[in-house]
């Protein structure tokens, strides 16, 4: 006789085994079509979200493309190209800078000491023609030459030397006890220069006058004389000269 299913004597429920084996396999079966439901949603639903494409953004003419080699402005205004070697602000130069020595100028030769020489009128190295000596205590070496002027006496100093020529200060020592009187002197036979020679108060005080002429290297001559008047009296000349 089949087993019986239903509430036992001690209240629990009770199946039998062949209803017991239906139970089974109807679980069973719905194990399996749940598991092949699944299966065919995931063949339906593609690939992985790896393999999917993802939303795809388009650069409108707003935002175009930025170009590598094109200079993109920076802040402050400063230009930055990218990619470009040429282009690159160069690097501070390490070496140091070139500095040429001044030039240097030979140093100018001096300029030769001034010579400062004194020549008597009286000398006998002076060329004297029809004049006069005369004694003047107040004169250099207690002598003067007169009788010079009104076409008559001329006096030649001789041997006025200059190592290098140039301007020449020739300081001239007079007497005249009388009002002025006029003078000429002639340099080496140029063309003669009239002096006008103040009065000094009489016939033994020496006064001096002073004029630059130009001398050539070597001896030089200064004549005085005077054509149309009498000229004063000569006590010497002192010469300055390079």
């Known amino acids: 006789m089949s087993p019986r299913h239903g509430s ?8 039998g085994p062949i209803r017991l084996l239906a139970v089974v396999g109807v679980g069973y079966l719905i194990i399996v079509l749940t598991l092949a439901v699944m299966n065919v949603d995931l063949g339906l639903g593609g690939s992985p979200a790896a393999d999917r494409p993802g939303p795809t953004t388009h650069l409108g003419p707003a935002f175009p493309t930025p170009d590598p080699a094109t200079a993109t402005p920076a802040e402050g205004g400063r230009e930055v190209r990218v990619g470009s070697v040429a282009t690159r602000p160069a690097a501070p130069s390490t070496a140091p800078p070139t500095t040429r020595p001044p030039a240097t100028r030979p140093p100018a030769a001096p300029a030769a000491p001034m010579v400062v020489r004194s020549y008597e009128a009286e000398s006998a ?3 004297l023609d029809n004049i006069r000596i005369f004694d003047c205590p107040g004169c250099s070496g207690g002598k003067k030459v007169g009788n010079i002027g009104r076409d008559m006496g001329t ?16 300081t001239i020592a007079y007497v005249n006890g009388e009002s002025p009187r006029v003078g000429q002197i002639s340099v080496n036979g140029a063309a003669p220069i009239t002096l006008t020679f103040p009065g000094t108060g009489g016939w033994s005080s020496v006064g001096t006058m002073v004029v630059t002429v130009p001398l050539r290297p070597g001896p030089n001559t200064l004549k005085m004389f005077n054509p149309d008047a009498p000229a004063p009296d000569f006590d010497k000349i002192t010469v300055a000269v390079r």
């Open 8 to 15: 036992g004597p001690d209240g629990m429920w009770r199946i």
């Open 125 to 127: 190295e002076n060329g």
């Open 155 to 170: 006096l030649q100093f001789n041997g006025l030397t200059a190592r290098t020529g140039g301007s020449a200060t020739v």
